[in-house]
């Protein structure tokens, strides 16, 4: 059982930058395609950033690249480093992992969420 625990969002101005953590705190011993989603109020959710079990595959949308960074802590953690950050990346942020393959991350179908971090972003 995946169960992911997520950390890390607040209110900050924008140009400030945060990091957002996400660990499986489950019993599964396997490895995670991890993952980023936003949903911002009245929006669907959107993908954000994406890495593969080992972090050497990595994902972004067009609007966060050179801005955020995924990275792996290990097989089951993943960070979310936010920089420049403006107002129309606040949101309610979820990790998201499968253990099956990194396509249903990128597709927005993984398996496991976690309950969502919100982070705020004042001009």
């Known amino acids: 059982q995946v169960q992911l625990v997520e950390s890390g969002g607040g209110l900050v101005q924008a140009g400030d930058s945060l990091r957002l953590s996400c660990a499986d705190s489950?019993?599964?011993?396997?490895?995670?395609?991890m993952g980023w989603f936003r949903q911002a109020p009245g929006k669907g959710r959107e993908f954000v950033a994406a890495?593969?079990?080992?972090?050497?595959?990595t994902r972004y949308r067009d609007s966060v690249k050179g801005r955020f960074t995924i990275s792996r802590g290990n097989a089951k953690t993943v960070y979310l480093q936010m920089n420049s950050l403006k107002p129309e990346d606040t949101a309610v942020y979820y990790c998201?992992?499968?253990?099956?393959?990194?396509?249903?991350?990128?597709?927005?179908?993984?398996?496991?969420w976690g309950q969502g971090t919100q982070v705020t972003v004042s001009s």
């Open positions: 998201a992992a499968d253990i099956g393959t990194f396509a249903a991350v990128l597709s927005g179908s993984p398996r496991y």
């Open positions: 489950g019993r599964t011993s396997s490895g995670l395609h």
């Open positions: 890495s593969n079990w080992s972090g050497g595959t």
